[in-house]
């Protein structure tokens, strides 16, 4: 099943300063936890929230998915919620680096692959919004495969990961440091060499001391696809009987 034949209702019609992120957040009620995901595209619907809850006295509570996307919550006056205290999340937004036909996602850029695994697999709704050539034919196409690893046992993870045919390099920050993401975990990026994502989320799934990896294979519940003319696609996953 390629995009063409994906159900979508169109959302071009929305024409704002930014449509994508007012899409991303329109469906959101009164007294709804929501979750806040992290990157670029994820900050725009942050800013469209808080606008919605400033403008329109909005009252809800947020889960945000990173230390950044907090800071920034906390920036706009938004009612930021401890996660260790909530056990279900009512609408969840975040971004995708790639997604494939099938719904599949690519993760990881921000090294905040934890946090939205644990919001996604409570939350009630989940939405992904990304750009138009983020829909890819096969994930890895543009993007490498990040897993969030323990230092402590780095040598010999890796070790396990080559028995796999997956070999990468450590993340470093742009002054060169190790780039460590909010829970202290290092971040190996991989190629997927074109493997199929569903098998090798499984096997890394087993791989002691990887903490977390960037296949999300049936988190996303809908996209909001931007166009390259500012416009919206809505696409929405076919969930099989």
């Known amino acids: ?14 024409r704002t300063d930014d449509a994508l992120a007012e899409a991303a957040v329109a469906e959101i009620e009164p007294g709804m936890v929501v979750g806040l995901g992290t990157g670029r595209t994820a900050q725009r619907a942050v800013m469209a929230l808080a606008r919605r809850v400033h403008d329109q006295g909005l009252l809800v509570h947020c ?14 006056r938004l009612n930021v919620l401890d996660f260790a205290l909530v056990e279900k999340i009512d609408y969840l937004f975040d971004g995708a680096d790639e997604v494939d036909e099938q719904f599949r996602m690519l993760k990881g850029l921000q090294g905040a ?3 939205q695994r644990l919001t996604a697999r409570v939350a009630t709704k989940r ?3 990304i750009q138009e050539h983020k829909l890819v034919q096969r994930l890895g196409t543009k993007a490498t495969l990040p897993l969030a690893i323990m230092p402590f046992a780095m040598a010999a993870i890796r070790e396990e990961l080559r028995k796999l045919g997956l070999s990468g ?3 470093r920050a742009m002054n060169g440091e190790l780039f460590l ?19 090798l989320a499984d096997a890394l799934d087993h791989v002691p001391g990887v903490v977390e990896h960037g296949l999300f294979t049936d988190e996303c519940d809908e996209l909001l696809v931007e166009t390259d003319d500012g416009a919206v696609r809505r ?4 969930v099989q009987e």
């Open 1 to 14: 099943m390629g995009f063409q034949s994906i159900r979508g209702s169109g959302v071009a019609e929305i």
């Open 63 to 76: 889960v945000p998915t990173s230390h950044v996307t907090e800071t920034l919550a906390r920036s706009q």
């Open 113 to 115: 692959i934890a946090r």
């Open 127 to 129: 939405v992904y919004v």
């Open 169 to 171: 390099v450590v993340r």
């Open 181 to 199: 993401t909010d829970h202290a975990h290092l971040i190996l990026d991989v190629s997927m060499n074109g493997r199929d994502p569903d098998e």
């Open 235 to 238: 696409l929405v996953r076919e």
